[in-house]
């Protein structure tokens, strides 16, 4: 048996949210009972109103006709409550005690229970009669195992002690995790489905059940909520970017829309920005002032209770609710899915342009102004064309590299009327380009598609990323980075842009051999690179931290060169206004390895380094920092003498098997912890080859021998 009790004053709306309830709960295999307690009643008023609701028969109304009630009553027994029939009709029959009558009820229960589920409906139960009392708390006691529901409302709570009712709701405003609460534990909702509903019907920290009840009762009848082991969890068919709005919340705002003709525009209008949208953006959009604009605003808000002034926040308005934009989008015949359709209504695409205008205006982003525009359809092409590639280099330059691809998508889309081909393959290739490098998921075949593709014509952007691709190529394959000092001296040394020489110079440095002949040269251009780049912190930073690489295996002296630079750049990464979040991993790392390999290794302070550098590129999703970082943890605890430590990290990074350097840094590094793992270790020289020479330095002649390397 459960309960559920809703409490609250006269016209709360406790009855009609139990009504609600039971229309969400019943299926055709469930049996409704209902009885009302009047606040004058006789002994088991209740179970007569029962009565009523069960058989359809207006039994108050007929009391004085004792024959027909008898008559009814006697029917009743034959189904429901038996020998009480004659007892509550005011029968005399001296053989039925009270004991008897109880049994027979809950007898009478059992029977229904056989073939439905029950929902039991008591309605005002704070006037409930004594004998009716009584006999409830003998039915909760004994049904308490089988299926039924009482759903009860009450004004007072006194009389639920006495009940022992404690599953008890107050009808008024709950607040957001009563909301929650309300959900999970009375419909049986996952969380996930009971956050949603509460964020998308009201943005208030309160409301009525009255209105979450609604929503469930909705989504329920339609066939969008599944039964699963979370709870009821949104169905396949659900779209959560166009849910289904209940039909009464439809009907009062089409109501809203047909009493105030005049607001329809701007309402309109509003809803296709959002939930929160900008005055300013409404008034240029609708070429009216901004004052003519809110003052509009607030009085919609006055007469409808539809939007609200954001008072937090200077011109922004807002609606009440998600589910009252989506209401109203549904109504105007707005849909995401059909921009370039010919079923998008006219109006629906001239809103879009309008909203794209007004945002370019007021120096929205350009993913924003892109997302109008591609709703504008067909109509500004060229703008439309224009922002969405916009849109895609500026996701691009904060690393959102997935919306950047959306917006490229929406470009090609756009091909069908534009011919612009080209242009979406050059910043389609950027964005890869750039992918790879913060990722560390560097693809060979698309660098020699960069290195296919480049010529003098290229412009600046495209050369240095050609020449940035096979430098991180150089990993896999040394030739590529002969070509990255070849491209730096052939493209960008030449170029007559200060900040693209620097580019140049700072490329070829990294990509020249690390030989004792290149040394001065390699110094030169690194001084050159940060001459030209001194007035462009960004660019400066990157050269400082290739520069410090280079000089942390130096002498004593270009090693404190080396810390100074990596603590430069790491100052001006940390406040740039957006971080360069991989310039920032590299530099911690770099002065990780600066400490790591110092004489003596400050293992304890290079191991807080290469944190830092693990916890960005796990931001990033750099897995080949990740690999790297772990095997680097792995050696400062291996040198700092605590080999459990390092074993535990060198695993972590093994797990990854990102690349040759990691995987044999890492197992033997544990060989040398004593781990005296051969076997995997000729696994691995099996599988990659040749390990990197640095490496053999972890092993012992010994393990040399075993391992079968010179």
């Not at 309300?182 to 969380?191: A, G, M, T, V």
Request: hydrophobic residues 40%; glycine residues 4%.
């Amino acid at each position: 048996m459960k309960h559920i009790v809703l409490v609250g004053d006269a016209g709360a709306g406790k009855t009609t949210t139990a009504l609600k309830i039971i229309n969400d709960t019943k299926d055709s295999n469930t049996t409704i009972i209902r009885g009302v307690c009047p606040k004058e009643s006789t002994p088991y008023e209740l179970f007569y109103d029962m009565l009523d609701s069960f058989f359809e028969i207006d039994l108050f109304n007929k009391r004085e006709a004792n024959e027909f009630v008898n008559q009814a009553l006697e029917v009743a027994s034959g189904f429901l409550l038996g020998p009480i029939a004659g007892f509550m009709s005011g029968s005399n029959d001296s053989s039925m005690s009270k004991e008897d009558i109880y049994v027979a009820i809950k007898t009478k229960f059992l029977e229904i229970l056989k073939k439905d589920k029950i929902i039991v409906f008591i309605d005002d139960i704070q006037w409930i009669d004594k004998a009716s009392k009584e006999l409830l708390k003998y039915l909760f006691k004994e049904l308490q195992d089988k299926d039924i529901i009482f759903i009860i409302t009450s004004r007072e709570k006194e009389i639920l002690k006495e009940l022992n009712l404690d599953n008890i709701f107050e009808i008024g405003n709950l607040t957001k995790s009563e909301q929650i609460e309300f959900l999970e534990k009375n419909f049986y909702l996952s969380e996930e489905v009971s956050n949603w509903i509460v964020e998308w019907i009201s943005d208030s920290n309160t409301i009525y059940p009255a209105e979450l009840v609604n929503v469930v009762s909705s989504l329920y009848r339609k066939g969008y909520l599944v039964k699963s082991e979370y709870g009821y969890i949104f169905s396949e068919e659900f779209d959560i970017n166009n849910p289904s709005i209940p039909d009464d919340i439809k009907n009062e705002i089409i109501e809203i829309l047909e009493t105030y003709p005049e607001y329809n525009e701007i309402l309109s209008l509003s809803a296709m920005i959002g939930k929160e949208f900008d005055v300013e953006i409404v008034a240029i959009a609708l070429d009216i002032s901004i004052i003519k604009a809110t003052n509009l605003l607030n009085e919609i808000a006055k007469k409808t209770n539809l939007i609200y002034d954001v008072l937090t926040k200077d011109n922004i308005f807002s609606f009440k609710s998600q589910m009252a934009v989506d209401a109203l989008r549904e109504i105007i015949g707005y849909s995401k899915d059909t921009f370039l359709e010919k079923k998008a209504p006219q109006i629906i695409r001239y809103y879009n342009q309008i909203i794209a205008e007004a945002m370019i205006e007021s120096g929205y982003s350009d993913m924003q102004i892109a997302n109008f525009y591609y709703g504008a359809g067909k109509s500004a092409i060229n703008q439309n064309f224009d922002y969405q590639l916009k849109a895609a280099k500026s996701c691009k330059d904060i690393f959102e590299f997935e919306e950047a691809n959306k917006y490229i998508n929406n470009a090609k889309t756009l091909l069908a009327v534009v011919n612009k081909s080209d242009e979406v393959e050059y910043v389609e290739m950027i964005i890869e380009a750039d992918r790879e490098f913060v990722t560390g998921d560097i693809q060979v075949e698309f660098t020699n598609k960069l290195i296919a593709k480049i010529s003098s014509d290229s412009t600046d952007e495209f050369k240095i990323i050609t020449a940035r691709a096979c430098y991180d190529s150089g990993r896999f394959d040394r030739s590529y980075f002969t070509k990255c000092v070849e491209l730096a001296e052939n493209y960008l040394i030449p170029s007559e842009d200060k900040y693209t020489k620097a580019e140049g110079y700072h490329f070829a440095a990294i990509g020249m051999d690390n030989t004792p002949e290149n040394k001065d040269k390699k110094h030169e251009y690194f001084t050159e690179a940060l001459k030209l780049s001194k007035d462009n912190k960004s660019l400066y930073s990157k050269i400082a931290n290739s520069y410090a690489g280079y000089l942390t295996f130096g002498s004593n002296e270009e090693k404190l060169l080396a810390k100074d630079l990596f603590k430069e750049s790491i100052k001006i990464k940390e406040n740039l206004p957006v971080k360069d979040l991989p310039g920032l991993a590299r530099a911690y790392g770099g002065l990780g390895r600066l400490y790591l390999f110092s004489n003596p290794c400050d293992c304890e302070k290079a191991i807080e380094y290469f944190n830092k550098d693990l916890e960005v590129s796990f931001d990033l999703n750099d897995n080949f920092g990740i690999s790297n970082m772990y095997s680097l943890i792995g050696m400062a605890y291996r040198l700092a003498g605590d080999c459990k430590k390092a074993i535990e990290y060198y695993d972590k990074s093994l797990e990854l098997k990102h690349n040759k350097i990691d995987v044999f840094a890492s197992i033997f590094g544990k060989i040398a912890c004593g781990s005296e793992e051969y076997e995997k270790a000729k696994e691995y020289i099996a599988e990659y080859g040749e390990p990197p020479v640095f490496t053999y330095n972890f092993l012992s002649d010994e393990d040399k021998e075993k391992l079968g390397l010179k």
